[in-house]
């Protein structure tokens, strides 16, 4: 179980009490009212979670969710509506119920201090990997024009986001893919970026340490790598006092 996406097991636990509390209202002939019934259900669902070890900020929306439908069913909202904003979600966060990496964006202050470690001097390639609306690609190669600049994205609508900025833009020097990182070979750039989550750093400390060449760079916003004390830690004033960690191979 532990091996399943956390939004995967959250939802087989409410399945679980919704079929628990369905059986025991046909089993013992009880009368509840539709919220009392999301109610019941969603305190069930609560505690499976919280025995099943899930994160703690799962058990509020574990609680609310069932009550939180029934309320919006007695809404006369028209059901195109739920299906547009399902539609927006997937093309915005697509696999994040899967990788736990949704979209944020660095700020400029991080875009800033990433421009201080980069070369002034020569060419070289750069990627963020899950470059997102593509704003650090973008900022950067105004910056370093004697660079290249290169991003993957896997979510639809901001990889589109991104391929149009940077062709309306003329950023000659940029270029995005709708692609997986996991499916890029870093070996061929001087400069990695990530602004991830904590769940995939182990795997791509692992991939960056098998592929990028020697004295390439890896940076990452916000999350470290346990066990492995990044070189620099460069801090930013911005909202959230963002960290950069830059390893150099
Ligand atoms: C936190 S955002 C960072 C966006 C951008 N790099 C920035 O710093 O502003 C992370 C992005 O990574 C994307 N992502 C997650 N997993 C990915 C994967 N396996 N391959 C490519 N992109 C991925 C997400 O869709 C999201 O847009």
């Known amino acids: 179980m ?41 305190v069930l669902a609560t505690a499976f979670s919280h025995l099943a070890k899930q994160a703690r900020w799962w058990l509020p929306i574990q609680l609310l969710f069932v009550p939180a439908l029934v309320i919006t069913l007695n809404t006369n909202i028209p059901p195109v509506v739920f299906l547009l904003a399902f539609l927006l979600m997937l093309l915005l966060y697509w696999s994040t119920f899967r990788t736990q990496v949704p979209l944020y964006l660095s700020s400029n202050k991080v875009w800033q201090a990433l421009e201080t470690q980069l070369p002034v001097d020569q060419p070289f390639d750069f990627i963020d990997l899950g470059s997102g609306i593509g704003g650090v690609l973008t900022h950067l190669s105004r910056t370093h024009p004697q660079g290249t600049f ?25 270029h995005v893919y709708w692609r997986s990182l996991w499916d890029c070979d870093l070996a061929r750039y001087d400069v990695a970026f990530a602004y991830l989550s904590p769940v995939p750093m182990a795997a791509l400390w692992e991939k960056v340490q098998n592929e990028m060449k020697p ?29 950069l960690y830059v390893w150099r191979k």
């Open 2 to 42: 532990r091996k399943l996406p956390p939004v995967i097991l959250a939802l087989l636990l409410q399945l679980a009490a919704f079929l628990l509390v369905t059986f025991s209202v046909r089993l013992f002939a009880l009368v509840l009212s539709p919220f009392i019934f999301a109610m019941t259900c969603g």
């Open 215 to 243: 004295d390439s760079l890896f940076i990452s916003n916000t999350f470290s790598v346990a066990d492995h004390q990044p070189h620099r830690i460069l801090k930013t004033d911005d909202l959230h006092h963002s960290e």
């Open 150 to 174: 290169h991003g993957v994205e896997t979510a639809p609508l901001p990889f589109a986001w991104s391929w149009l900025r940077i062709k309306l833009g003329g950023y000659r020097n940029c």
